[in-house]
């Protein structure tokens, strides 16, 4: 490698690094573990596994398809615009609608694991934040 692209690398390296520690500070770590196409035509499938730390606020968001996620670990609050608070827990599962504006929260003392599949338009952002209340 010439001395003079050492440098653009280093800091490509630098600014990923940096990146990736804001997102673990936020207290939310996200990780698609399988991504594939569904018999929808322009649909996706994406399995994702989430997690909250106690007290983090996910933010209001939607999604450009529907969500169907079970609570592996942990207690939390799942707020959907237009519906009442519902408390979750280890076992529960829940659905919401593609568009649908929501958040979640951890509301326990433990992390909050969840497994999330997202059946989504393809080439669309998995999430989009969505205006505070």
């Keep these: 490698m010439k001395p003079n692209s050492i440098a653009p690398l280093l800091f490509l390296i630098a600014v990923s690094m940096s990146s990736a520690a804001l997102a673990q500070s936020s207290g939310i770590r996200r990780a698609v573990v399988q991504k594939g196409d569904v018999s929808v035509p322009n649909r996706e499938a994406v399995v994702a596994r989430v997690e909250l730390d106690p007290g983090v606020v996910a933010g209001r968001h939607?999604?450009?398809?529907?969500?169907?996620?079970?609570?592996?670990?942990?207690?939390?609050?799942?707020?959907?615009?237009?519906?009442?608070?519902?408390?979750?827990?280890?076992?529960?599962?829940?659905?919401?609608?593609?568009?649908?504006?929501?958040?979640?929260?951890?509301?326990?003392?433990?992390?909050?694991?969840?497994?999330?599949?997202?059946v989504v338009e393809k080439g669309q952002p998995l999430a989009t934040p969505a205006a505070a209340k």
Excluded: M
């Design 62 to 118: 939607t999604h450009p398809g529907d969500e169907i996620s079970y609570v592996l670990e942990g207690e939390g609050e799942l707020l959907i615009d237009g519906e009442a608070p519902r408390k979750l827990k280890a076992g529960d599962a829940f659905v919401i609608p593609a568009g649908k504006i929501h958040d979640a929260k951890n509301t326990g003392t433990v992390p909050l694991k969840l497994v999330g599949v997202y």
